[in-house]
């Protein structure tokens, strides 16, 4: 009987640690990002106003969905449905308040203050139940020389949200931006390993992608060196554009540089459990004229589009009508395919042929299943 390897139980159990495999469970299709002196109470409940208006003057049926966003007609219905329950009942999925570019440099009173501000808005929300599934800060990044305040910054929100909610609600992770040397990912590892001693809650966070020099150390293992805290990897589309010296009309998200950037960042955390978000459309209409509007939804839609082609299932939204395109396009992808994918996977568990003559490898039937529940997760 052939012997077990040396070294095979010790591979196998990193194997397991670093890869797991788990199946798709529920992500935000969006963040939001709101400057830390605009934030308030109020803000989720705003921006689904605005989105619901916006809906109301220039997407008031499901034909005029299909007209804009290109959907077909058989669909239209059961999209314009959901995109108006989502709207009027969960508006943002995933919350950030900004203290970094949206926010900028202030005196240190003044951002406390804010800190302040946010953290009373924050237990306000989760006391009216309207604090979203996901939410926290985006803290400034060390890459900026000033530590010191991107900590102050964070341990305020934290224990501040503590002391006024009486826990750290559950959905809590931290937007840690500009990751252009790998030593701050550990530092800022340990920053939490120290804050959460006093808390008795696990916190993690997501780093953003949003230089070249950052992609030379995304791997499989960069989240077991960090003790299992990075939960996701967001991409910046304009700090990474501008840093490989792109013209600013070039600074898109479906630009090939950052289809690049994007296919790094799958191949790095594929099958890590890391989660994966895409970036933002810096605009926003440039009127209240239906032409003006439909003009942003569409642009807006292709990214996202071409987002969820490439495998990226959240993105960024910085501004209400954004809502309305990100749900929109992300409802009709699932929906569009979901009764075929369930046939397939149904042909296959009854060892039929599916229809069509498809002959789906097991790796197809995973990537079927898994789609399916992404869909079930997103779709309201």
């Not at 890869?19 to 963040?31: G, L």
């Not at 789906?360 to 997103?378: F, N, Q, S, V, W």
Request: aromatic share 8%; with cysteine; proline share 7%.
């Amino acid at each position: 009987m052939p012997a077990v390897p040396e070294g095979f139980a010790r591979a196998y159990r990193a194997q397991q640690a670093r890869y797991p495999a788990a199946e798709p469970a529920w992500q935000p299709v969006h963040t939001v990002y709101v400057p830390a002196d605009r934030f308030s109470a109020r803000t989720v409940a705003e921006w689904g106003d605005q989105a619901l208006s916006l809906v109301k003057a220039h997407l008031a049926d499901p034909g005029s969905l299909a007209e804009v966003f290109g959907v077909p007609d058989g669909l239209a219905a059961a999209v314009h449905e959901r995109l108006l329950r989502k709207l009027s009942a969960e508006p943002v999925d995933d919350l950030r308040v900004d203290f970094e570019d949206g926010y900028g440099v202030r005196p240190g009173p003044v951002e406390d203050e804010h800190v302040d501000r946010a953290v009373a808005a924050i237990a306000a929300m989760r006391a009216a139940g309207t604090l979203p599934r996901r939410w926290g800060p985006r803290v400034k990044s060390f890459a900026d020389g000033d530590p010191d305040r991107s900590v102050r910054t964070l341990e305020r929100f934290v224990t501040g949200v503590v002391a006024a909610a009486g826990e750290l609600p559950g959905g809590f992770t931290v937007t840690f931006p500009k990751v252009l040397m790998e030593p701050y990912l550990g530092q800022f590892a340990e920053v939490l390993e120290r804050l959460e001693a006093g808390l008795g809650a696990r916190l993690r966070f997501e780093m953003q992608v949003e230089a070249p020099q950052t992609l030379a150390f995304l791997r499989g293992d960069l989240n077991e060196s960090l003790g299992g805290r990075l939960a996701a990897a967001h991409f910046g589309v304009f700090d990474y554009t501008a840093a490989i010296g792109l013209p600013p009309h070039e600074q898109r998200l479906d630009h090939p540089a950052c289809d690049h950037a994007r296919h790094v960042m799958q191949t790095a955390f594929a099958g890590t459990g890391v989660e994966l978000s895409d970036g933002s459309l810096a605009a926003s209409p440039a009127s209240d004229l239906a032409r003006d509007v439909h003009g942003l939804w569409r642009r807006h839609a292709e990214l996202v589009r071409h987002s969820l082609r490439h495998g990226f299932y959240q993105g960024w939204d910085m501004h209400p009508s954004h809502l309305v395109s990100r749900f929109a396009t992300v409802y009709a992808f699932h929906l569009a395919r979901y009764d075929a994918y369930r046939e397939r996977v149904r042909a296959w568990e009854e060892r039929r042929p599916a229809d069509g003559g498809v002959m789906d490898e097991p790796a197809t039937i995973r990537t079927l299943a898994a789609a399916l529940r992404r869909a079930d997760a997103a779709l309201p």
